[in-house]
């Protein structure tokens, strides 16, 4: 939460959060909530417990969820994904971005490769500070719609575990320029 409040206050207008608690908690909605009416789109991991199960706030309507898919744009077996009873945004992760053998800093230096949904959650938050380079006063909802608009799903990919499908950086832009 003090990293969120910091980040508001140097106007992140994108934050990429890998954090949670397994299934459906209402703890962080009114933080989500708060950075959406603030300008900022909360770009959340949903979560590495596989097949029908998620994490909070990943999970959250308020959140853009992302889960893990390989360079072949399949979803990895890790990957959470759940189908909730709500009308709005019933199915989670709303799309996936690599998050297979991602290589990252190690602790103690040097690089290493490591997989998870909080792996994919930085491509998709970095594509968003990109678009808002190009649209600097675009809106968390034209940003979320543009992102959420370039997507498609790989052969194979059903929408229960890959949500929208794989973000395209190009097709994004072009829908929040209005191409």
Known sequence: ????????GL??????????????????????????????????????EYAGQSRSPGNYPEALSVGACDARGR?????SSERFSRKR??????????GVGVVS????GGWQSMDGSSMA????????????????KATVVRLERAILGSCARPPGMSEERGGRG?????AAL???LGR
């Open 105 to 108: 800093a190690k602790p103690g």
């Open 121 to 136: 959650t930085p491509h998709v938050a970095g594509l968003a500070a990109l678009l808002l380079e190009a649209r600097p």
């Open 1 to 8: 939460l003090g990293g969120m409040d910091w980040s508001l």
């Open 174 to 176: 072009a829908r929040l």
């Open 11 to 48: 106007g992140a207008r994108v934050m990429s959060l890998s954090l949670g608690f397994r299934g459906w908690w209402p703890d962080f909605l009114a933080v989500t909530r708060i950075l959406r009416r603030k300008g900022v789109l909360p770009v959340f991991a949903v979560g590495n």
């Open 89 to 98: 945004d019933p199915v989670v992760p709303d799309l996936v971005a690599p």
């Open 166 to 170: 794989i973000p395209d950086a190009r």
């Open 75 to 79: 979803v990895a077996a890790f990957s």
